[in-house]
């Protein structure tokens, strides 16, 4: 059996021509990783569109890679990209059993879930499951932290972490749709 690891990373890089005209100042990116146990990177992503506040990222320019991991076929989407989601990648989604979707979520006042009116319709919109790993509550505490969860291509929450401080593991059996 083999370990996988996903790691995010504020990936920086030069800059290159862009539409003719060289861009000077390096970018960053908000960027995840999958790593095997032996370190061998097997997937890479790029958030394509950062939230509003994060002014330091540069929208990704990876599209949409969708991996093979031991029978499993996966993409990600990072966090503010799941509102574009079925618009950008619409048909790789269609092509995966699993949507990695890691997250700094944050909730408006009202403080209500939107996780949870997002990710059961994707789910079951493009057949996938979904494994969203959320940041843990942490001080100051922010409305929509925690809540990390696993949901089945049928948009079921299959798996949950508790709610409050963590951190907290999750575990899931996820299967190929193929």
Not at 136 to 153: C, E, I, T
Request: aromatic share 6%; glycine share 10%; hydrophobic share 40%.
């Amino acid at each position: 059996q083999r370990a996988w690891a996903a790691v995010g990373v504020k990936e920086s890089r030069a800059a290159s021509a862009t539409s003719g005209a060289l861009v000077t100042s390096d970018m960053t990116s908000d960027s995840r990783g999958v790593c095997c146990r032996e370190g061998t990177l097997a997937g890479h992503w790029r958030k394509r569109h950062p939230w509003f506040p994060e002014r330091w990222a540069t929208p990704g320019d990876l599209g949409t890679p969708v991996v093979d991991l031991t029978g499993l076929r996966i993409t990600a989407a990072i966090c503010f990209d799941i509102h574009f989601l079925t618009e950008d990648a619409g048909r790789a989604l269609d092509e995966v059993d699993v949507l990695l979707f890691p997250t700094a979520w944050v909730d408006g006042p009202a403080r209500s879930d939107l996780r949870a009116d997002l990710l059961p319709p994707l789910a079951r919109r493009h057949r996938v499951g979904i494994v969203n790993a959320n940041w843990a509550v942490s001080r100051p505490a922010l409305p929509g932290q925690g809540g990390s969860r696993v949901l089945d291509a049928g948009g079921r929450v299959i798996a949950e972490a508790p709610r409050g401080r963590g951190p907290h593991v999750v575990r899931a059996a996820l299967s190929p749709s193929g």
